[in-house]
């Protein structure tokens, strides 16, 4: 695939564009694959291929994988990249090592900087919402940083629509910079949340959103039709056996196979495919760990998804999640 071939869409109501498809490094990239020559050609090949936005976290493997991308994302030229990364989660035992704080703000992000080798973030994420930091506090933090030009944007990931519209309301009222980007769960499997209330609020606010799981954690792509792997995912992490390892959930997957038969794909490609046609979506965050997992997840760009398959699609995948 060449670059000629990727799309890219703005985020929501903003100049800057991202490819339609994305690639994160969460539990990847410095955690599980640890070969940095593994690492660069899954990165080199995905640049190549024209994905412009490289997602990243502050918590992911405690900033490994910002170190390991982006020893290889200094290859390429600051200009055509969109880099983000994130703060929230606890970096150590210490009290005001997490949240959102002013504090932990600022300090977080002249870290990942720092082991990115970047002098600044296209996108910087607020991780979860923060129960215990004022809302205006978080608001002026960021504010403070894009005045600074160490972020040119902010957003936030796993908010509701009523965290969002409350955080815009402060900033309008203080004449803070917006958030412009919420990074939501989204996949057949995981509906509900996204399409009934952060979706509005996204498009209410002018606001892009970049999904993350879009495979739900692999299980749209057939890997656990013939059982749980050792050492996959769904083994090693109990909450997320328990929301997708079901009886009903893996027959729906089975029964998939069919419809990306029609379709001419694999499954993985059809369920990105679908993820990347909702209106609120600026970009879909995909991972791999090998480079076949790359270009396999890059060709759901040539999926035709008509509205027949979209309605066989609903009808399998009810909004129920």
Known sequence: MSKTEMKYRPLGQCGTKVSVFSLGGWTTFGESVNDNQVIGEILRAAFDAGVNFFDMSDIYNK??????????????????????????????????????????????????????????????????????????????????????GKILYWGTSDWTGAQLREIHGICEKRNLYKPQVEQPRYNLLSRKAFETDVAPAVLDLGMGAVSFSPLAYGVLTGKYDQGLPPGSRLDRIEWTRKRYYTETTL??????????????????????????????????????????????????LAVNLTEDLKAALDELFPVEN
């Open 63 to 148: 900033g490994e994988t910002e170190r390991a991308m982006g020893a290889v994302l200094r290859e390429f030229p600051r200009h055509e990249l969109v880099l983000s990364s994130k703060v929230f989660f606890p970096m150590s035992d210490d009290v005001n090592d997490r949240g959102l704080s002013r504090k932990h703000i600022l300090e977080s992000v002249e870290k990942s900087l720092r082991r990115i080798g970047t002098d600044y973030l296209d996108l910087y994420f607020c991780h979860r919402f923060d129960p215990e930091t004022p809302l205006e506090e978080t608001a002026r933090a960021m504010d403070d940083l894009v005045h600074q």
């Open 251 to 300: 027959e729906r997957v089975k029964k998939m196979k069919d419809l990306a038969g029609q379709a001419g794909c694999t499954r993985a490609q059809l369920a990105l495919a679908w993820t990347a046609a909702h209106p609120a979506i600026s970009s879909v965050i995909t991972g791999a760990t090998r480079l076949e997992q790359l270009h396999e997840n890059l060709g759901a």
